[in-house]
C-alpha cells in the first residue's frame, strides 16, 4: 500500500513540474515590455460593406451593401489607396486570369453579381473587363437605388497596374481557384514585373494546389493555403510546447481566428516570437475565420489580445486605422 502512495505521489510531482515547464517555456509574463503595436491588414481595401448575416458562397454582397459612407470600391486603386492613406500596413486583393494572359483584380467568379457583364470572369480578355460598369449590381435599399452606376468604368485594374501604382507597399494577393495552372501563371506574371527581388512586399494565399505550384517556382515568396496552415500547426501544436518551431512554420502565413489562437502553445507573445523569428506572419482574423471576419468596429478593438504585435484582419480600414493611430 506504502509503495503505492508512493508511486501515485510521485506521477503527481511528475505531472506538477511538466505543468510549470509547459507554463514556463509558454508565458510571456517574463518578457520584457511591448513595444510595438498591431498592424493593419485591409482586407479588399476600403469598400462598400455588407451584413454577414446569413451569408452562403454564392451571395451577392453587392445587393445588400450598407447606407454608402464613402465612394470606394473593392479591389480598385483607388480604394487601395485610401486603405493605405488611412493606416493599412498590407492591402488585400484578389485576381482572376484573363484569356489574355493578364490578372484581373476582381473578387468575384462571374460578373453578373456586381457589373453590367455577363460570364465567368476569367473567359474574358483584359479590354473586356476594362469595358465593364463594376459598380453597376450595388443597391442598399433592394434595387429601388443603384448609387455606383456609371462611376465604375474602367476601374477594374490589372495586377500590374496595382504593382506599379505601389511598388513599396506591402500586398495580400488572393488566388480565387484550385488549379495548379493558375499558381504558376502568377508566379510569371510576378517575375516579369521583377518582384522577385522585392518578394518581401508580396504574400499570396488560396487554394492548396496553385500555392504548392507558386511556392515551387518562386521559394522565397511567403504564401498561405489550408495545406500550408496545417503542415505548420499539427506538428507545432504536439510539440510547440518545448518552444521549438517546426520546419514546416518558415517563411510562410498564418491566419489565426480568435477563437483558436488561446489553444497555440506561447499564445500570444511567445507565439508571436517565435514566428517572426522564422520569418513568419502573424495575421488574426475573427470569430472562427469564416467569410473573412474582421475586426470592423472600434469596440472590437479591445479583444485584440495582450501582447499581439502581428497584424489584424479588418474589412473596415477607414474606421480601425484613424482609431488605431488614436490609440483608441
Known sequence: MKARKKVSRNILLALFLLGILFFITNTSIFSGPVEEEPLLLAHRGV???????????????????????????????????????????????DVQPTTD???????????????????????????????????????ADNGKTYPFRGKGVGLMPT?????????????????????????????????????????????????DKPIAALKEEMPVIRVMSMATMKSCMYPYIAIGW????????????????????????????????RMDKVDTRVIIVAGDGGFSEGFDKVEDLKRIPERFTGYIWTNRIDLIGPAMKDGE
Not at 483584380?105 to 469595358?131: I, N, Q, Y
Not at 481557384?177 to 510576378?190: F, Q
Request: overall charge negative; aromatic content about 12%.
Open 242 to 273: 518545448t518552444g521549438y518551431v517546426p520546419e514546416s512554420c518558415e517563411n510562410t502565413q498564418l491566419h489565426i481566428p480568435e477563437k483558436i489562437g488561446p489553444w497555440l502553445w506561447g499564445w500570444t507573445g511567445k507565439f508571436y516570437e
Open 101 to 139: 494572359g493578364e490578372f484581373a483584380v476582381f473578387h468575384d467568379w462571374t460578373l453578373e453579381c456586381r457589373t453590367d457583364g455577363k460570364g465567368v470572369t476569367r473567359e474574358h480578355t483584359m479590354a473586356e473587363l476594362r469595358a465593364l460598369d463594376i459598380g453597376y449590381g450595388y443597391t
Open 47 to 93: 469598400h462598400q460593406t455588407f451584413s454577414m448575416e446569413g451569408i452562403e458562397n454564392d451571395t451577392c454582397t453587392a445587393e445588400r451593401i450598407f447606407e454608402p459612407e464613402h465612394e470606394y470600391l473593392e479591389n480598385t486603386i483607388p480604394s487601395m489607396r485610401a486603405a493605405f492613406e488611412a493606416g493599412a500596413d498590407i492591402v488585400e486583393l
Open 159 to 207: 495586377l500590374g497596374q496595382v504593382l506599379q501604382a505601389f511598388p513599396d507597399k506591402e500586398l495580400l494577393i488572393h488566388i480565387k481557384s484550385d488549379d495548379p495552372e493558375e499558381g504558376r501563371l502568377l508566379a510569371k506574371y510576378l517575375k516579369d514585373y521583377d518582384f522577385v527581388g522585392n518578394s518581401a512586399n508580396i504574400s499570396v494565399y488560396g487554394g
